[in-house]
């Protein structure tokens, strides 16, 4: 495979994916997993997309780069497209994730920002645009305006974390990995008491974040931020943003 936007995230392959709503009004971005064919994390908005490369300060050239095609196809490769790797049940699943994180309010807190950072990699293309520019006009964005923020990076990670914890640890737990599977609530607890030094806590799926035993292990763990709802937190315009 080739393609314009991949990242080393903890040796992982990782191109971008977004999925656009039905009437084009809402995207989802994404990185992916290539070995576990995977999110590697949940569906986000532009503007969480765009900060989450600002905290770990990865470089915006991928994007900018392949934006255009990105936007065409669905995806940062070149010789791939979202539709060849993602069946209609697979993008509700995307869907899925997005609303199990918590971030439907996210995405509708960040719409104005995420159009202007949209706007800017639209230009991208443009003559005289290079990229270092394009970059300080994406920072530039954020730090100007007001938008909805992850207070912890872990949070963003999703399913590929979750399995590869498995496969790695406890893998006579693993049945079958894919989108629409996981360990049960019993599985995690048990793998969390078995394990030296527990199971990470941010491995844990969203949607056994909100309830239940899982839910009380990441309280007593202080990863509270993990936790849908209690994970994001407004900025404010010009306030100075930790990249």
């Avoid at 576990?36 to 900018?64: K, N, Y």
């Amino acid at each position: 495979m080739t393609g314009c936007a991949t990242y080393s995230t903890n040796n992982m392959a990782t191109p971008v994916y977004t999925l656009q709503g039905a009437d084009s009004s809402k995207a989802l971005f994404w990185l992916q997993d290539t070995f576990m064919e995977l999110p590697s994390s949940i569906p986000m908005d532009l503007t969480s997309f765009i900060h989450l490369h600002a905290v770990h300060q990865w470089s915006f050239e991928g994007l900018i780069t392949c934006w255009h095609d990105l936007l065409e196809s669905g995806c940062s490769l070149t010789d791939i497209t979202l539709a060849d790797e993602y069946s209609a049940a697979a993008k509700e699943r995307i869907w899925q994730l997005h609303q199990e994180a918590g971030m439907d309010e996210v995405w509708t807190l960040n719409a104005e920002c995420s159009k202007e950072l949209a706007e800017i990699l639209n230009d991208a293309g443009k003559a005289g645009n290079a990229v270092d520019a394009i970059e300080e006009e994406l920072y530039s964005t954020l730090e100007t305006n007001e938008f909805r923020t992850i207070s912890d990076p872990d949070f963003y990670l999703s399913l590929s974390h979750t399995w590869r914890w498995f496969w790695t640890h406890a893998r006579n737990e693993v049945d079958n990995i894919d989108l629409f599977t996981l360990p049960s609530e019993a599985t995690f607890i048990a793998a969390h008491e078995n394990t030296e030094g527990g199971i990470p806590l941010e491995v844990i799926p969203h949607s056994y974040r909100t309830q239940g035993p899982l839910r009380d292990l990441i309280i007593a763990g202080d990863r509270t931020a993990l936790i849908p709802g209690f994970a994001s937190e407004d900025t404010d315009e010009g306030e100075d943003l930790p990249f």
